[in-house]
């Protein structure tokens, strides 16, 4: 049954190789003209790309300042330290130079500096405050994973309380990102795979619902994760395949602006809410997070959404179609869970570097039922004692 919907991705793509030299000019098609260039670590001064945009700003006349040194699962106190410094240089667009958690931290800004009214910027994550108003962001994604550059999220740890939160709004979807696959060459292994982890799981959250589907909705879903783990697996050997860099980044845009949900009558996000507290809580990728509590999740509920796992082991795993429905969904599962072993991403806590006490796991299952304000599921409806369960499970206990 298609369910009602609204589809809603403004963001301009603008996809290939050199595309990075058309920054300036998309920032004035947007009305910007003083610019914060927010950027992570090392990874983009190493590769000569900040020095080149910082260039390409100069010989526009566009005036900026930088903000660098967004840590993965980026933190609040940077946020605050965006915001005044944006709001010191009057800045009116703001540039995202890297992944996820860099325009991650780009929407918080913006949001806080376009707001009439001074407020407390984690009030947006802590759902005291809806955003308002938002600056017009502009991405250069440097890796293919979390979708930010198409999504209308933002996920902020509070650092003071190792508390990770989203934030949700459509006003929050980037004006436009630029996507040039050759950037994401220089990334890590790790980081490359549990980008394909997070590209598969954006899908999957939407696949295993028991809302009812749409046709066209599942084939462009089926189809989006059987090319991710085709090219996940080809990067493991050869990471500047172009080819491959190329359909892992677009498909990490399409996973997560809507399009394959559209129709599902909502989505589950059970596993992300599980993640967020372990990446929280023990600094994790959230990619590996979400590959190292997957296999619980789906085993914990996959009774109750028997003809949606089913559908999955068949079409997207390729399982054999031979046994009990019941059969054929476990199978799906332990597939996946090979494919992560097969790009070297964990499938317990253990494996994931972690060993939380009793302790953690109950005050993790408290956290996120809080945080999706009682329960969140639509596999299976979870309640904080699912959660814990399932952590449970994650660490080794059955
Ligand atoms: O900081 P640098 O030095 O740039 O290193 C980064 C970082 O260590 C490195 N990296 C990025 N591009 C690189 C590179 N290294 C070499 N070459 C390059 N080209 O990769 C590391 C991870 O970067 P990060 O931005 O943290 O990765 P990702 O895109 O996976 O983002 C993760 C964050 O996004 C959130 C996650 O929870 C997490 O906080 N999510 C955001 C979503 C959204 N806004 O829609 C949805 C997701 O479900 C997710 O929750
Ligand atoms: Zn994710």
Request: glycine share 10%; with cysteine.
């Amino acid at each position: 049954m298609a369910h009602n919907f609204e589809y809603y991705t403004p963001t301009r793509i603008i996809f290939g190789r050199n595309t990075e030299d058309k920054v300036a000019d998309l920032i004035k098609r947007y009305g910007g003209s003083r610019v914060l260039l927010h950027y992570g670590g090392q990874s983009a001064i190493k590769s000569g790309l900040i020095d080149r945009v910082k260039k390409s700003l100069d010989d526009a006349g566009l005036f900026h300042v930088e903000l660098g040194g967004v840590v993965p699962n980026p933190q609040l106190s940077k946020v605050r330290t965006g915001v005044g410094l944006g709001n010191l240089n009057q800045i009116d667009f703001v540039l995202a130079v890297g992944g996820g958690s860099v325009i991650d931290s780009s929407k918080a800004i913006a949001c806080a500096l376009a707001e009439l009214e001074v407020f407390d910027v984690w009030d947006l994550y802590d759902h005291k405050r809806k955003p308002t108003a938002c600056l017009p962001i502009g991405v250069i994604l440097t890796i293919a994973a979390a979708g930010s550059e198409m999504s209308d999220s933002s996920v902020i740890t509070n650092d003071e309380t190792n508390t990770k939160r989203g934030c949700h709004s459509s006003l929050f979807r980037p004006k436009f990102a630029i996507m040039n696959p050759e950037l994401t060459f220089t990334l890590p292994d790790y980081q490359t795979a549990c980008g394909c982890v997070d590209i598969m799981m954006h899908t999957m959250e939407r696949y295993f619902t028991n809302g009812g589907n749409m046709e066209i909705t599942d084939n462009i879903a089926e189809g989006l994760m059987r090319t991710v783990m085709r090219h996940a697996k080809i990067l493991v050997t050869d990471p500047i395949n172009y080819e491959s860099r190329a359909e892992i980044m677009w498909a990490s845009s399409l996973s997560h602006n809507g399009l394959t949900g559209c129709g599902n009558g909502g989505n589950d996000f059970a596993s992300h809410s599980l993640e967020h507290e372990l990446s929280g809580m023990f600094g994790v990728a959230h990619g590996a997070g979400l590959a190292a509590i997957w296999g619980s999740w789906a085993r914990y509920v996959y009774k109750d959404c028997l003809p949606r796992f089913k559908k999955f082991a068949l079409n997207v795993m390729q399982v054999e179609d031979a046994g009990s429905d019941e059969e054929i969904a476990l199978k799906g599962i332990e597939a996946v869970e090979n494919f992560y072993r097969e790009i070297k991403m964990p499938t317990s806590l253990k494996e994931l570097g972690i060993e939380p006490t009793d302790s953690q796991l109950v005050e993790m299952a408290h956290r996120c039922a809080v945080a999706v304000g009682g329960s969140r599921g639509s596999a299976k409806k979870l309640f904080e004692e699912d959660m814990l369960k399932i952590y449970q499970s994650a660490n080794g206990i059955n």
